[in-house]
């Protein structure tokens, strides 16, 4: 279980070196997309539009923040802690293919559509400990933009310079292991376990 | 006498202290899960929870940044002496229109058909559950409920042949599947019987429950301690990375049923069980009941 501290963008064997369990913190850019974002990222890619930022080598962080705005104009993060990443499992595969992350991070894992993307084009997801959105918020040092407004505040597309922003959890490697899957896999054996408590079979 | 700006104020600071500081029962809950945990990635976990709700609690600012669709229960007692009843909602309303700028917590009110209201109000928002109750007080609880474990409840309308037993098997099975999903470890509120309504606004409210304060019926807190033990067994952990503590507590109650039906409901609360409550008496004194609030 290693410690690797990562500055985006990040390159492509740097990410490949990485292992389930190991912990990861990174500086540099962190960029913020739901449901959404990412449908309309993806929409707009489709159309060859220009998108308002190159997401290559950058980490997605799944997560609608709490942030206000002050006299001047200038947004600040007060909360900002993993949304759970599963509803983005239905595009999030294409997501990388299009914009080759690095990182995505969020809450809950992700499963085999996501983890073969990761596999195929060099990236990995962190976990982030869900509601853990104070921690999260004191690692970001500026809020360097923010995009796609008319979606809402949780919704927009922002942009946050970090400084160590972590512990991430590695739970998806870019080798086809998923920390998530072993532990749903374990709790299917418990499973029987669990009905003689309750004292009921199959 | 005239409750209305009384509650308009308690009904902000409930909802201040709910996103802010985290009820002492729940942060006992939690220590006690991290002392006892054995599992490396889940023990981590925990510490980062115990260090995040510690450090919002000192800054009072929110402990997750989803702050919940504000939901508050108003219970008015019969002989109480209030003349406004009806500026009681728009009391409400102003108070979480208020915490959303000052808070401040994340706007949450979404019109399914259009946009984010921005102010934590809409239609049907904030969510009102009236009570009319013994005595001569009102009491307000917040109760803002996140999103993520709010997506793992379900409601399901059971053959009555299957039994409790039956009931018991649906908990274990929906609890492996939603996983680490709901932010473990969660308080699992379960109910039985009324109708599909019924038992979920009764298994939501078992939630509200502090945490592992057993049902006063003996068989019903048994079951309850069965399905602990039994979700704890399956080894999801902390955030479904592993571990011991899968759900802090399961909470259950019941009404009685239709002699068709067998209706159930799971509702499930994340790590973050915030709610604040207060007591206004007759005379209009405030008493706090979760928090020591500062004006």
């Keep these: 279980m290693a410690v690797v501290k990562l500055q985006t963008p990040i390159p492509e064997e740097e990410i490949r070196k990485l292992k389930a369990g190991d912990i990861i913190y990174i500086s540099g850019i962190v960029y913020l997309s739901r449901d959404e974002a990412h449908l309309r990222a993806l929409e707009m890619a489709e159309e060859g539009k220009e998108l308002p930022l190159d997401f290559k080598g950058l980490a997605l962080f799944h997560c609608g923040p709490i942030v206000t705005q002050d006299d001047k104009g200038e947004w600040h993060v007060v909360a900002a802690g993993p949304t759970t990443s599963s509803r983005m499992e239905i595009f999030q595969d294409k997501y990388i293919e299009k914009f080759r992350i690095s990182v995505v991070i969020g809450k809950g894992g992700m499963y085999e559509r996501t983890a073969a993307a990761m596999k195929k084009y060099g990236a990995v997801y962190g976990a982030f400990t869900g509601g853990a959105a104070v921690l999260a918020a004191k690692a970001v040092k500026k809020v360097k933009g923010v995009e796609w407004l008319d979606l809402g505040t949780p919704e927009a597309l922002w942009i946050f310079e970090v400084e160590e922003f972590g512990p991430l959890t590695v739970a998806i490697d870019s080798h086809g292991n998923n920390l998530f899957k072993d532990v749903s896999q374990k709790a299917e054996e418990n499973r029987e376990k669990a009905y003689e408590i309750i004292g009921v079979s199959k | ?295």
């Design chain 2, 1 to 295: 006498m005239e409750f209305a700006p009384i509650i308009e104020k308690v009904a902000f600071n409930l909802l201040k202290y709910a996103a802010t500081v985290l009820p002492e029962n729940a942060v006992k809950a939690i220590k006690t899960a991290y002392e006892n945990e054995t599992n490396p990635v889940g023990k981590s976990q925990l510490e980062a929870i115990i260090k995040n709700f510690e450090t919002g609690s000192k800054l009072r600012i929110p402990m997750c940044q989803d702050t919940g669709i504000h939901i508050y229960y108003v219970e008015i007692g019969a002989d109480s002496p209030i003349e406004d009843v009806g500026k009681i909602k728009e009391a409400l309303e102003n108070a979480s229109k208020r915490a959303t700028t000052e808070v401040p917590m994340r706007p949450n009110a979404v019109d399914p058909f259009g946009s984010n209201s921005g102010d934590n109000t809409g239609r049907y928002i904030p969510w009102i559950n009236w009570e009319i109750v013994p005595g001569d007080k009102i009491k307000i609880t917040a109760f803002p409920k996140g999103g993520g474990s709010e997506n793992m409840s379900t409601v399901k309308m059971l053959k009555p042949g299957v039994g409790i037993k039956g009931v018991m098997k649906e908990v274990v099975d929906w609890m492996i599947q939603a996983g680490g999903q709901p932010c473990p470890p969660t308080v699992v509120g379960v109910a039985v019987g009324g109708g599909a309504d019924i038992a979920m606004k009764l298994a939501k409210k078992q939630l509200m429950r502090p945490i592992g304060e057993p049902h006063p019926q003996k068989e019903v807190a048994e079951i309850e301690k069965k399905l602990k033990e039994a979700i704890n067994t399956t080894g999801i952990g902390p955030m479904g990375l592993g571990g011991r503590t899968t759900c802090l507590a399961v909470h259950m109650d019941y009404a009685h049923r239709h002699p068709a039906s067998l209706p159930m409901a799971i509702s499930v609360q994340c790590w973050a069980a915030r709610q604040s409550a207060a007591e206004i008496s007759a005379d209009g004194k405030v008493k706090y009941l979760h928090h020591k609030v500062k004006e």
